[in-house]
């Protein structure tokens, strides 16, 4: 069964979910979102689930033996979930890559895992780049600056939102500057990208953090910039939202795809 690429289950059921089964039609079906783990709280109507398998617990679902599990939730499903998931052997890919700045769960995911033979593997999200971050890193990589642009309404709900007045901002304003930790702690909701970037590259102390809320911007825009032994690497990305989430961009949705192909490839290219 661990070979059976349409015994998939996800956790959660949202646009991250909808998009990875729109993709799977159009490439084929060779792959299948077959089960969902949903608690109660949250869950979905079956008329929404179009043949889906519905679990609100992690027992039975485990006792389903999915080939793999995927996270499409939160940050408290990765909490809650993988760490059960892991022992039992079966491989999770995750998507609340943020919920990894918190060490004490990445000790325990890491624990888990080890226990079950099995694999945690994070998505590259919204981000990219992340493979030059960890192939140069050994050689040593002196700095790794991050910086998200956003507009205005994006930080609603945020610190900036206190600190100042966003609906009237008529110039791009820097409404953070620190370090990755910091980022990721007070601004849970740009935590997936900060943290990815600080994983693969000089850890979360390490790596330099501006958020920026731009009046004019009409995307979500990421730029990092790397220097180390290897030389120097800047890349950037204009990132569309995914159609049915506005907070989720397309290419987060994609990279889940992209984590679940390669998992089942032979060859890994
Ligand atoms: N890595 C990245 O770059 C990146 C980018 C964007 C979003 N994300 C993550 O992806 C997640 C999903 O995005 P989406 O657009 O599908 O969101 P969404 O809100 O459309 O869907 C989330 C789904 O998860 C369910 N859910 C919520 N809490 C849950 C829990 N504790 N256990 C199980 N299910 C739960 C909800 O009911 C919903 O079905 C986000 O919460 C975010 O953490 C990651």
């Known amino acids: 069964m661990r070979n059976d690429r349409r015994r998939i289950a996800v956790i959660g059921f949202g646009a991250m979910v909808r998009s990875l089964q729109a993709s799977f039609r ?3 079906d060779h792959f299948g979102v077959a089960a969902t783990l949903v608690p109660m709280e949250f869950a979905p109507a079956p008329s929404e689930l179009g043949g889906v398998r519905l679990f609100n617990d992690v027992a039975e679902l485990i006792d389903w033996h ?3 599990v995927v996270e499409c939730a939160s940050h408290d499903a990765v909490r809650d979930f993988v760490p059960a998931l892991l022992q039992k052997g ?14 004490t769960l990445l000790d325990s995911l890491e624990a888990a895992a080890t226990k079950g033979g099995s694999r945690l593997t994070a998505v590259s999200g919204a ?4 493979d030059v971050l960890r192939s ?14 956003k507009p205005p309404n994006a930080w609603t709900g945020t610190p900036a939102a206190d600190a100042v007045d966003l609906a009237s901002l008529s110039q ?10 910091q980022a990721a702690r007070l601004y849970p909701k740009n935590a997936n990208v900060t943290a990815a970037i600080a994983l693969a590259g000089i850890g979360f102390d390490a790596t330099s953090v501006v958020l920026i809320a731009d009046p004019n911007a009409t995307t979500n825009l990421h730029r990092v910039v790397a220097t180390g032994a290897f ?3 800047s890349i950037e ?11 989720t961009s397309l290419l987060a949705a994609l990279s889940i795809e992209e984590a679940i192909v390669r998992h089942f490839r032979a060859i890994d290219v």
Do not use: C, W
């Not at 981000?127 to 992340?130: E, K, P, Q, T, V």
């Not at 791009?172 to 930790?181: D, L, Q, R, S």
């Not at 990305?237 to 907070?247: A, G, V």
């Open 26 to 28: 159009r490439s084929g």
């Open 66 to 68: 999915p080939s793999l």
């Open 90 to 103: 079966i491989d999770t890919i995750i998507v609340s890559v943020g919920s990894l700045s918190d060490k």
């Open 127 to 130: 981000i990219g780049g992340l």
């Open 136 to 149: 140069a890193r050994s050689a040593g990589l002196s700095s790794v600056a991050y910086t998200g642009t």
């Open 172 to 181: 791009p304003t820097v409404i953070f500057k620190g370090n990755a930790e």
């Open 231 to 233: 030389g120097s690497f």
């Open 237 to 247: 990305l204009q990132n569309k939202p995914l159609p049915d989430n506005p907070k």
